[in-house]
């Protein structure tokens, strides 16, 4: 369901929230195999307990490949 509202271009923010700690045995999954290429705006950012981050992105999905220039 994510896929076909990121692709049908409804999805209007990411929250991705960044813990400090370095996983071996989980995070083995790759969560976004089979999602189209989207390049990520960061529209707003918050550090918690000096540790947390949570950082927002509004999404927009590329129709190829991100230019290298």
């Known amino acids: 369901m994510c896929r076909s509202l990121l692709e049908a271009g409804l999805v209007?923010?990411?929250?991705?929230?960044?813990?400090?700690?370095?996983?071996?045995?989980?995070?083995?999954?790759?969560?976004?195999?089979?999602?189209p290429d989207v390049a990520l705006d960061m529209v707003a950012s918050r550090t918690f307990?000096?540790?947390?981050?949570i950082l927002?992105?509004?999404?927009?999905?590329?129709?190829?490949p991100p230019d290298s220039a």
Request: hydrophobic fraction near 30%; charge should be neutral; aromatic fraction near 14%.
């Open 49 to 53: 307990d000096d540790s947390i981050q």
């Open 12 to 35: 209007d923010r990411y929250r991705v929230v960044v813990f400090t700690v370095i996983t071996r045995k989980t995070g083995r999954e790759r969560i976004y195999d089979g999602y």
């Open 56 to 64: 927002e992105y509004a999404p927009r999905v590329l129709e190829g």
